[in-house]
């Protein structure tokens, strides 16, 4: 909620409603054509459609590790929202600093890309160098990780090892968190199991985009992270 309420700060401050400075000061300089709170009438065929899981993994059991639905033989999935009859189509009531947004992995690759390169893009500055730095280490005290703070499991994920920055989650101990990955890595997921992550250390970043809620439904970003530091030879 922390972000949300820095929403509403931000149009206060910048006296713009959120989706108007977030195209004016982030979108448009970063070239991310497909970025909003709702979709456009000319950009809904190219908009995908959200599923739930046809039994099971309800969002009550988010925060526990037990959730993952794997039977054998599968399970098959329910439409949840599509795409002509979102409510995504409408722009919301409430525009929240934390979430709500609409994009595509290009877009969303370029703000990554911003961050990779502390903070600038094509001759676009951002932020500074120095607030990417500060914001993508453990900010709890003491240097104590998620687990340390509160409840050990988040969606699919252990918070052990995890800290916290200014926005996003940081790996500050990668062995502790028993998932293949590099210390200073920092990131962040949504609701329908899609992530994504800085690793400075080996100069990339992943974006994943899927339709399936809740996050933890399959471990997809668990086993991604994996797939992509296995193809790395050098």
């Not at 988010?62 to 993952?68: A, E, F, K, V």
């Not at 200014?166 to 990131?187: K, N």
Request: proline share 4%; with cysteine.
């Amino acid at each position: 909620m922390a972000i949300d309420v820095l929403g509403r700060l931000v149009e206060i401050w910048s006296k713009q409603p959120l989706d108007e400075f977030f195209a004016d000061r982030i979108f448009q300089p970063l070239g991310m054509i497909d970025t909003a709170f709702h979709v456009d009438v000319d950009k809904i065929h190219r908009f995908a459609a959200c599923y739930d899981p046809s039994e099971g993994g309800g969002m009550s059991g988010i925060n526990s590790q037990h959730t993952h639905i794997r039977k054998s033989g599968g399970v098959g999935i329910k439409l949840n929202d599509t795409p002509h009859r979102s409510h995504y189509t409408k722009a919301p009531k409430i525009l929240s600093g934390g979430g709500g947004l609409t994009s595509t992995i290009g877009d969303y690759g370029r703000f990554c890309q911003m961050l990779l390169q502390k903070g600038e893009l094509d001759g676009a500055r951002i932020l500074g160098r120095k607030t990417v730095e500060f914001m993508t280490v453990n900010q709890l005290p003491n240097n104590k990780d998620m687990a340390a703070m509160g409840q050990a499991v988040w969606s699919e994920s252990s918070t052990e090892g995890i800290g916290y920055g200014l926005g996003m989650a940081v790996v500050i101990d990668a062995p502790t968190t028993q998932v293949i990955r590099s210390t200073g890595e920092y990131f962040w997921g949504g609701a329908a199991s899609t992530a994504f992550w800085v690793d400075p250390a080996e100069d990339l970043f992943v974006v994943l985009m899927t339709q399936l809620i809740p996050s933890s439904f399959y471990p997809l970003r668990n086993e991604l992270r994996v797939a992509t530091y296995q193809a790395l030879t050098n």
